[in-house]
């Protein structure tokens, strides 16, 4: 599967994908292909979205750019990318929404996944490790 980098702008683009995240209903939802990631991490809205009680799950924290500790919770779901439907866990965080989009990280997704990033053709692609 190949996808086109999304621009933000005056030559900002960045390897953010279309994805489902399915819990009692299927969300669409956009995240970011992040190599330097340990885990998934999704906006907890996101999750209530799809039905999920986000703080149900085993609470974890996270320290991102600005040096804040954060919690998140972790839950095992279902994502679909493309035609590939796959069972991992993610993170919901609780205010995300300032970014705009979620995150995938090396375990849940790199592990699923052969990731080719291409800068010049401004794509990414995603061929299924099964």
Do not use: C
């Amino acid at each position: 599967m190949k996808f086109k980098y999304t621009r933000y702008g005056q030559g900002i683009f960045r390897p953010v994908i279309p994805i489902e995240v399915i819990g009692r209903q299927a969300v669409p939802y956009e995240v970011l292909v992040d190599s330097g990631a340990d885990i998934s991490i999704f906006d907890a809205e996101i999750g209530t979205l799809a039905g999920i009680d986000v703080q149900a799950g085993e609470p974890s924290t996270l320290v991102g750019a600005t040096g804040v500790e954060e919690i998140f919770y972790l839950h095992t779901v279902d994502l679909l990318i493309g035609d590939v439907k796959f069972r991992t866990t993610v993170g919901f965080l609780p205010n995300m929404t300032r970014n705009g989009y979620g995150v995938v990280g090396q375990r849940g997704f790199f592990d699923k996944f052969i990731v080719k990033f291409d800068l010049l053709k401004e794509e990414v692609e995603l061929k299924n490790r099964t």
